[in-house]
């Protein structure tokens, strides 16, 4: 497992359609695994392969010590509405205020192919449907409501963001 360097926001890749994945192989699970290492060591909720150079449609999340590793992921139901402040690890140092499902059902194959369906709520719900946008070319700078500074939080969500 290694860490892989994050791109930012201006790298063309992060506007491209990941392409399914469809081979289950090693390669694919070190991917993932360098995935889970790199957004922990970002303190991330999530990270999709675009993020680190690879036009793949995976992507891994970590809410509440749960962790989700999702390939060719695709979000089956949602219901509800959140708000509040979402940052993302390509896009530093900059937060928005993005609507988002409170619950979402997503169906997805893990590393060996199998199909999975998992649901979230609140952050996952967000997690979920952030690193999706991620796969389909969009960040969420493309969908927030307003950006956030820093005086803005208090009165937005009480100070509270996560790295998406």
Do not use: W
Not at 145 to 153: K, N, P, Q, S, Y
């Amino acid at each position: 497992m290694a860490l892989r360097k994050i791109i930012t926001i201006g790298n063309e890749k992060l506007r491209k359609v990941s392409k399914p994945v469809t081979k289950f192989n090693a390669r694919l699970e070190t991917l993932l695994d360098d995935m889970v290492d790199t957004m922990r060591e970002n303190n991330g909720a999530g990270l999709a392969a675009p993020q680190v150079g690879v036009l793949k449609r995976c992507c891994v999340v970590e809410v509440e010590d749960k962790l989700y590793r999702l390939v060719n992921p695709e979000i089956i139901a949602s219901e509800g509405e959140q708000a509040g402040s979402e940052g993302c690890l390509s896009v530093p140092e900059r937060l928005g205020f993005v609507k988002r499902p409170m619950m979402v059902t997503v169906k997805a194959l893990d590393a060996k192919g199998e199909e999975i369906v998992v649901t979230g709520e609140g952050l996952c719900a967000r997690a979920f449907c952030h690193e999706i946008d991620h796969l389909n070319g969009v960040l969420y700078v493309d969908i927030m409501d307003h950006e956030i500074f820093a005086e803005d939080l208090d009165a937005e969500d009480g100070g509270e963001q996560e790295q998406l």
